[in-house]
């Protein structure tokens, strides 16, 4: 049985997504546009995301370059086909643009159009070649994490959500280059897929501040993609952010609690670290999965996502207000916080 939220609280939730920007932090969009572009359809973002986007008030989106190959030169061209294909798709909206830049940003939020932060999700794809990084910053890529759930040239991954065992292995020379390079390049470092050794060595490494785009608490449901209360701490005392996840396997929504499990993390994550560093990076993957399945010939896919797509975001934000968190909180959560850390992080234009 999940959480019934009230009508003056949905209400409430609305006019608040309605009047302040809210950022999803992470979803595998270039991805989703490159198999759905495969498969002969065109306007993907239009068509499959733009109506729930403006329905829950979404300004930005960190859309992930998700590359499923670990191989080498196979990976980098699948990167650079999706950086390709997301720009030809939304070429011709109005309304959508890429942020390469704080000036961007604060542009973007001057008029009321929707941004796409592109991001590297795992660095498999430059094996220990640092210079790589530059290309990808002259594509408009603006962050990255080092890796994905499994151990490459630069650091080893936590395990995939369904598993639950510690990969060990540190940060790599090259890795550490990479930290050093993606910072002088103004490009932002994300630790979601990190395993926990990684993430001891980029506290020490990291002179910039670092953000999970898509994890949650490890104390609220023990999976190695969350965070612990003493990572939590070190990501917050370096000024990051953590965005919580909401697929089921990594929120713990497996009874079906999918919106109380969703407000048990944000509830604790603020108690521990204060709303500054506590927001939303859904990372919702059904669509994309129907895409991959639907090229492969697998029609049917297993329903992952804690929410039925973006429209319903101020739902989760409804739910957390009935349960007693304050506007002031919530304004940072829905979108404050990471637009602040963007902003601080981003190159000036
Ligand atoms: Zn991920």
Redesign the pocket.
Known sequence: MDIQVKENFLLQAAALHRTNPTVDA?LDLAGEVLLRHLAGEKEVVRRHYLTDFRKAGIRLVVSSVFVETGNLERGWQNALDQIAALKEDIRNLEDVALIESKEDLDRLLEGDGIGILLYM?GLDCIGEDIDRLNELFELGVRGASLTWSRPDALATGCCKAAEHKQIPGPLTQAGIRAVKRLEELSMFLDV??LNDEGFEDLCRVAERSFIAT?SGSRRIFDSYRNLTDEQMGCLAAQGGIMGMNGCQCIAGSLLGNHLEMLCRHIEYETAKLGADHVGYGF?LCDSYDQASAALKGQPHITRNDCLLNHGQVPLVTAALLQRGMDEESLKKIIGGNFLGYFGRILPDR
């Open positions: 992470h999700e979601s897929h898509h990372d």
